[in-house]
């Protein structure tokens, strides 16, 4: 989105906006994103806000600039405090536009890493007692959800509600149960992303 706004405004820069020149794209282009920060800022009023920005391992170049440029304008600006949260994994900033950004920033004060621990065997047990009281589930099953979803809460909670309308999980008269066949019937989806596409596809 970032990207096509760029895209947009190079090609009317210079049209009567002062400060905006035709002969430096890279100076434009900045100028643009400082703009685009001053507006979010203006948009705070002073108060503690979180900015929350998901799905941003897949952030184009242009949307990281814009995190720089904001990330770096709240740090300046005479405002309430701004947490810009983003939940990221290892593998996702390796070599990436993303990671560098968040490396400059860790380096410049401006970003924190949180480290946030997979779920144990015994979370997993925990968070689906949670989730389907008095279900008894064999120790095979559990192995199962905490190898293939990696120990991520958000994902187990969307992989445990679409086993449950699948039918691998089974309601009794004193709880949960697997299925007879349940064991052979999980099929694990490998992304939250998919596990919601299956969950809308029954609807």
Known sequence: MVARLLAGRAGSAGRGIPGISRLDPARDRLRLLEGLARLVLE???????VISL???HLADEASVDLLLTLARAVSQAATGRVLIPLSLRDEELEGTTVGR??????????????????LTRE??????AGMLPGAELPEAFLDRLESETRGNPRFLEEVIRSLAEEGVLAPTDTGWTVAPDGLDRLRTPRTVQEVLGRRVARL
């Open 43 to 49: 948009g705070l009023s002073g108060q503690p806000t």
């Open 123 to 128: 979370d997993v047990r925990r968070l689906v």
């Open 101 to 118: 950004a968040i490396r400059d920033l860790a380096e410049e004060g401006l970003a924190e890493e949180v480290v946030l621990r997979r």
């Open 54 to 56: 998901g799905g941003f």
